[in-house]
C-alpha cells in the first residue's frame, strides 16, 4: 500500500513537472518574441530619426530635395533584415515646428518654402505585409506585430549664394596670382592664363560670403546651363559629357591633383590661405569618377588640393550629395572640366552653394 502512495506520488510529480516546463518554455518562447520585437522598435525608432534628419538637412535644397534626402535614408536603414520602405504620399511630411508649443504642423505641396522641419512617420504593419512576424506567439493566435516610429527634425539654415561658373574656368589656375599659366603642353600650344577680378580669362569662380569652415558641409543644387568643350550648339549638362571622360593632360598641375571626370562637367577645389603652387603641401591623391557608380556619392570628403566632381549635386535618387570641407581650407573654388586648353570652351553654369545648417531632432 506505501509503495502504490508512493508511485501515485511520483506520477503526480512527473505531470507537475512537465506542467511547469511546459508553461516555462512558454514564457522563453515568447520573451524571444518579445525582444526581437524590441529590437525591431529600436531599429525603426533609428530608421526614422535619420530619416528625418537627412530630410531636413534637404530642405535648403527645396521641398523635393527634402523628400528625396528622407526616402533614401529611409531605405539605407533595415528593420528586422529589411529594409525600411517610406511611403512618399503618407509618411514623410514638410512642414514647420513651433519650439514653443512643441508642435509640427504640415504644410500643402506648393507652400513649402517656409517651411523649417520634416516629419517621418515609419510603419512596420501587416497592412504593408511588413509587420513583424512572430513565431512562439502563433501558439496563442498571434502571427505578427504592427510597430511604429515618428521623428520630427528641423533646420536653422545656413548661408547661400548663386556664382556664374564659366565653361573657361580652369581648376588648375585656382588660387594662382595674374599671369599663371596652365595647361602648357597641350596640343594647340594655347595655355591658359589667371586673369584678374575686372578680366578673369581662364581662373575659376571663387565662392565668397560663406564661410569656409572645416568640418562643415556644402551643398549644391538650382544648376542650370551647358557647357561645351568646342564651338559647338550641343551642350552638355552639369554631369558634362559622361560618354567622353578625360584627365588633365598635364596630370597634377600647380599644387593640384590631376582627376578623372565626365568632359564640361561642374567640378571644385578647396584650398587653404596660401598660394597652392608653393606651399609645401604634397599634391593629393588623383579621384576617379568615370562611373555612374563612382559619381553616384552621398558624401565626398575631398582633400586639399584635390579637384573633385560636383555635376548637378544630386545622386541618382534625387538626394542631395554633401562635400565635407576639409581641414586646413579657407577657399572654394567652380571650376569646369577639361582635358587642356580650357579657353576655347562655351557656356556655362549658375550655381548654387549651400552652407549646410543644424539640423536638431526635437521629436
Not at 513537472?17 to 511546459?22: A, D, H, P, S
Not at 522641419?117 to 509587420?131: E, K, L, P, S, Y
Not at 565626365?262 to 596660401?274: E, H, Q, S, T, Y
Not at 591623391?285 to 549635386?313: A, C, M, Y
Request: with cysteine.
Amino acid at each position: 500500500m506505501g509503495s502504490l502512495n508512493i508511485s501515485r506520488r511520483r506520477g503526480v510529480s512527473l505531470v507537475y513537472m512537465v506542467v511547469v516546463f511546459t508553461v516555462m518554455f512558454g514564457f522563453a518562447s515568447l520573451a524571444v518574441d518579445w525582444g526581437r520585437v524590441q529590437l525591431a522598435k529600436s531599429q525603426l525608432q533609428q530608421a526614422a530619426d535619420a530619416a528625418a534628419r537627412f530630410g531636413a538637412s534637404g530642405l535648403e535644397n527645396g521641398s523635393a530635395a527634402a523628400l528625396a534626402n528622407a526616402l533614401a535614408v529611409g531605405s539605407q536603414n533595415s528593420v528586422d533584415g529589411s529594409p525600411l520602405v517610406l511611403d512618399p504620399n503618407n509618411d514623410v511630411a514638410i512642414g514647420t515646428w513651433d519650439a514653443t508649443a512643441h508642435t509640427f504642423t504640415p504644410l500643402p505641396t506648393g507652400s513649402q518654402s517656409s517651411a523649417n522641419a520634416v516629419q517621418v512617420t515609419a510603419h512596420c504593419i501587416a497592412a504593408r505585409n511588413t509587420a513583424i512576424q512572430l513565431y512562439f506567439a502563433q501558439i496563442f493566435g498571434m502571427s505578427s506585430c504592427d510597430i511604429n516610429a515618428t521623428s520630427v527634425a528641423t533646420i536653422t539654415y545656413g548661408m547661400d549664394q548663386t556664382f556664374s561658373d564659366p565653361a573657361t574656368s580652369n581648376p588648375y589656375l585656382a588660387g594662382e596670382p595674374p599671369g599663371t599659366e596652365a595647361s602648357l603642353n597641350n596640343p594647340h600650344n594655347s595655355p591658359d592664363y589667371a586673369g584678374t577680378p575686372s578680366n578673369p580669362l581662364q581662373s575659376p569662380v571663387q565662392v565668397s560670403g560663406i564661410p569656409i569652415v572645416p568640418g562643415s558641409a556644402l551643398t549644391f543644387d538650382s544648376v542650370q546651363g551647358g557647357a561645351n568643350n568646342f564651338s559647338s550648339s550641343t551642350l552638355y549638362t552639369p554631369d558634362g559629357n559622361t560618354g567622353w571622360i578625360v584627365d588633365d593632360y598635364d596630370g597634377a598641375e600647380l599644387g593640384k591633383s590631376d582627376v578623372f571626370a565626365p568632359i564640361n562637367a561642374v567640378m571644385g577645389v578647396f584650398l587653404g590661405p596660401n598660394d597652392p603652387a608653393t606651399d609645401g603641401i604634397p599634391v593629393p591623391p588623383t579621384l576617379d569618377f568615370s562611373t555612374d557608380d563612382e559619381r553616384n556619392f552621398q558624401t565626398l570628403q575631398p582633400q586639399l588640393k584635390q579637384v573633385f566632381f560636383i555635376g548637378d549635386g544630386r545622386r541618382d535618387d534625387g538626394s542631395v550629395q554633401s562635400f565635407v570641407v576639409p581641414p586646413g581650407a579657407t577657399r572654394f573654388y567652380l571650376a569646369t572640366m577639361d582635358g587642356y586648353q580650357w579657353n576655347n570652351n562655351v557656356g556655362g553654369y549658375n550655381v548654387t552653394v549651400h552652407q549646410v545648417g543644424t539640423v536638431t531632432l526635437v521629436k
